[in-house]
């Protein structure tokens, strides 16, 4: 059964950083590709970076040059490293999961889902 468990949210001042981190289980992390989504109150759920097993990432442009995805196979683990956080970034945080595939910001291209960790940025 597979299962994604993110952790590492919380409460920071504009201008700070987060590290989020996705644990993997149930299923062969090195064949899967991985993504960060978020969702806003009211909102819908938006691709923020994916990388797939290769390492090849792909970025939204709202956060690119803030944010770095990354992941360690050896824990089956992936990253979110956010700096220069800004208040539009609050939202919920999701790691997202598929086989194969390409890179995609695309929540219909997943069908693994974590129950996210809370970002909230306060001005």
């Given at each position: 059964q597979v299962q994604?468990?993110?952790?590492?949210?919380?409460?920071?001042?504009s201008g700070g950083s987060l590290r989020l981190s996705c644990a993997a289980s149930g299923y062969k992390y090195n064949n899967y590709r991985m993504a960060?989504?978020?969702q806003a109150p009211g909102k819908g759920r938006e691709g923020v970076a994916?990388?797939?097993s290769a390492g090849n990432t792909i970025y939204a442009?709202?956060?690119k040059g803030r944010v770095t995805i990354s992941q360690d196979h050896a824990k089956s683990t992936m990253y979110l490293q956010m700096n220069s956080l800004k208040p539009e970034d609050t939202a919920m945080?999701?790691?997202a999961a598929n086989l194969g595939g390409w890179n995609s910001l695309s929540r219909y291209d997943y069908i693994y889902w974590g129950q996210g960790t809370q970002v909230t940025v306060s001005s």
């Open positions: 994604l468990v993110e952790s590492g949210g919380g409460s920071v001042q960060w989504f978020r994916a990388i797939d442009d709202s956060v945080y999701y790691c």
